[in-house]
């Protein structure tokens, strides 16, 4: 990513002598051919800022000078010292294809921008920050900037950078119109929420490729759907508001945190419900979010700054100089739904095959009827939609859930617990159990578990790893990962039982286990629950293998409400009617991989062990048969012309010889 050629530059701003050296990095973790792009980008960024055209003016002048100054970089085979003062024109004239595509992602941004109005607010607020910093360099040269970029894009690495990340926000929503700083402490809950998951969509989809967008109209050619984020982001700030709330209970009831609604301080939001400090942001984030800051505001930066690389087409009459880009190659930045299929048919697949999945929660891979797509190429048949309950998995954990999702099962599938256990039985990784219930008082919960254990068939004791943990996506995010377990208390992670594949030498006498798979709690109540008819869903609020919290319908205070509970602290259960049920395969491509070939060989050895079964000695069967090891009436006849030979009968006209 470093210069391969020889640059005269000794600081951030370019005044000294460093030979070519990919490894030299200054101060800010930057390589010299990225500080002196960066620094000629802050120097065009800070003309063109003076003049405020729209809401998101600034943000749209990093995406286009950014772009240009990445194509000077690609394309000078000497010392780009000395930037065109209208570069923009100079490129339109030696390179009007390059210039093409890069309008083109421009006028993207407008149409991504104006997708939605909370997008279109997180744009120009997100604007005004990168102007007030660009602008306002304290006399230091291009070095603010530089140190800003760095910091925001975790140069120094997670530890380092994150409280910058996390102070920039709250600067973000703090700024006033005027891109002056409002002095408040707290925020609102909803504001940082909506910022991150608006910032994660602008990322989403302005690395999606041009056939998302239809140009002509200025619109993305699948409507995005709003109802779903909404309810997403609904649920994440409910997450935030509930610790919050908790934590200030308990610092109020063990430390005297004192502050009420009544008392109100210099902020006048400090202690009221729906507004968060940044000390419980960040608590709260490290705890049940851990990636979301890294999965949307970090990332955006690197895509700002470092744009997305030109496609090969744009690449022919190019000087032969492509080392020298800052130009970068993104993968997409949340995963998509695929198949099984892939690994699982036994069927060679032609080239572009794939297979279209539907999921109730997640929602469908393949784009909507009436879209542009080519039918031969499958990736520009998939959608460029958002699913923000995908991005919502992906803030969690980005190494669970940010690389493949390949569905093992789906009730589509066939709803019977048969069907699930063939499914998931024999894949060896990460699976993500996806239940979506509805309560007698038609309330809709999502909830599950995820698992780094494979399944195992009838255990009749717990079994799995404590790599696992409980969730409700909606409606409020909760994240209840494994305790330790301690001496015979705990270590309750998985359980998967069934008598339809057990040999019961007395089927009169019934088995005391329930039927079904769970997580938690114990073999006859575990704490997550589903039936062996994939009907019913139990879901317990506390046990000793997970930590405490509700799943499910979240019992009332209210003596008359139906979903009152009156156990105090006492453990409370919810009774969900499952509405579907789904099973996911996460993780990286080669534990993908790995997880399907120990399938595959679990199921070629199934088959094995069936034909051998089927596969009958004739003339030992007749043997069998005849000596009455098998009972028949084949060779009744024997005994009963014995005994008319011998002249002897029993009472009952049964032969019996002498």
């Known amino acids: 990513m470093g210069s391969t050629y020889s640059t005269d530059t000794t600081d951030a701003s370019g005044s000294s002598s460093l030979k070519n050296n990919d490894d030299v990095h200054n101060g800010n973790g930057f390589t010299p051919q990225e500080a002196k792009y960066l620094s000629n980008l802050c120097d065009l960024l800070r003309r063109e800022t003076q003049q405020k055209s729209s809401e998101y003016s600034c943000l749209a002048s990093v995406w286009k000078y950014s772009h240009l100054l990445a194509l000077d970089e690609l394309t000078s085979l000497s010392s780009p010292n000395d930037v065109p003062n209208n570069i923009e024109a100079h490129f339109m004239q030696q390179y009007p294809q390059q210039m093409e595509l890069i309008i083109k992602r421009c006028q993207q941004l407008d149409i991504i921008v104006s997708s939605s109005s909370e ?55 703090t700024l006033n119109n005027d891109a002056t700083v409002s002095a408040a402490s707290e925020l609102s809950s909803e504001d940082v929420i909506s910022f991150c998951c608006q910032t994660a969509a602008l990322l989403h989809y302005m690395l ?23 309810s ?81 087409t744009h690449l022919n009459n190019l000087p032969q100089n492509t080392k020298n880009s800052v130009f970068r190659k993104y993968s997409r930045p949340f995963p998509i739904l695929e198949s099984a299929n892939e690994f699982t048919s036994k069927t060679a697949k032609k080239a572009g095959d794939w297979t279209v999945i539907s999921s109730p929660v997640f929602g469908t891979n393949a784009k909507s009827e009436g879209t542009s797509g080519n039918a031969n190429d499958s990736s520009s048949s998939v959608t460029a939609l958002l699913s923000l309950p995908i991005f919502a998995f992906t803030s969690i954990s980005t190494t669970k859930f940010g690389g493949k999702w390949h569905r093992l099962y ?34 809709t919960v999502t909830l599950g578990a995820y698992t780094a254990a494979k399944w195992e068939r009838n255990k009749r004791d717990f079994f799995g790893v404590p790599d696992c943990f409980l969730f409700q996506l909606v409606p409020t995010l909760r994240v209840l990962k494994s305790l330790p377990k301690m001496g015979t208390r705990g270590g309750h992670y998985m359980y998967f039982h069934s008598n339809t594949n057990t040999q019961n030498l007395n089927p009169s006498k019934k088995d005391e286990l329930v039927e079904g798979l769970g997580f938690g709690g114990t073999v006859r109540t575990p704490r997550l629950f589903v ?68 399938q595959n060989h679990h199921r070629d050895i199934a088959d094995s062990t ?25 060779f009744a006849h024997r005994g009963q012309v014995d005994g008319r030979a011998h002249g002897c009968l029993k009472d009952d006209g049964k032969a019996n010889g002498i």
Not at 222 to 227: A, G, K, L, Q, V
Not at 270 to 295: M, N, P, Y
Not at 416 to 421: A, G, I, P, R
Request: hydrophobic residues 35%; negative net charge.
């Open 232 to 312: 997403i982001i609904k649920a994440v700030t409910s997450s935030l508001n509930e610790y919050v709330t908790k934590t200030r209970e308990h610092e109020h009831n063990f430390a005297g945190y004192g502050v009420t609604n009544n008392n109100v301080a210099s902020s006048g939001n400090d202690g009221v419900e729906g507004f968060i400090t940044k000390r419980e942001f960040s608590e709260w984030q490290r705890k049940i979010v851990a990636d979301l800051l890294h999965c949307s505001v970090v990332r955006i930066f690197e895509v700002l700054f470092f744009p997305p690389e030109l496609p090969p």
């Open 531 to 598: 039936d062996c008819n994939l009907e019913e869903c139990r879901a317990s609020s506390k046990d000793t293998s997970f930590e405490e919290g509700h799943l499910g319908v979240t019992p009332s205070d209210d003596p008359f409400s139906s979903a009152f509970s009156p156990s105090g602290g006492a453990s409370t259960t919810s009774s969900l009617h499952i509405e579907s049920l789904e099973v996911f395969a996460v993780g990286d491509s080669e534990t993908i991989m790995k997880g399907f070939q120990a």
């Open 610 to 634: 069936l034909r051998n079964a089927r596969t009958v000695d004739k003339a030992a069967f007749l043997g069998d048969m005849r000596n009455g090891v098998i009972e028949t009436k084949a």
């Open 208 to 230: 999606q490729n041009e056939d998302a967008f239809n140009l002509q109209l200025m619109e993305l050619y699948e409507p995005r759907d709003i109802p779903s984020e909404t």
């Open 119 to 173: 997008t279109l607010r997180a744009a120009s607020r997100l604007s005004n920050a990168l102007q007030h910093i660009i602008c306002n360099n304290d006399g230091g040269g291009n070095n603010h900037f530089l140190e800003f970029v760095s910091n925001m894009i975790w140069r120094h690495g997670r530890g380092c950078n994150q409280h910058h990340t996390l102070d920039f926000i709250w600067n973000v929503c």
């Open 410 to 443: 789906a009730g589509a599938d066939g709803w019977t617990f048969q069907k699930l256990e063939h499914a998931i039985m024999g894949y060896d990784g990460p699976t993500l159990l996806v239940i979506k219930a509805s309560s007698k008082q038609h309330d």
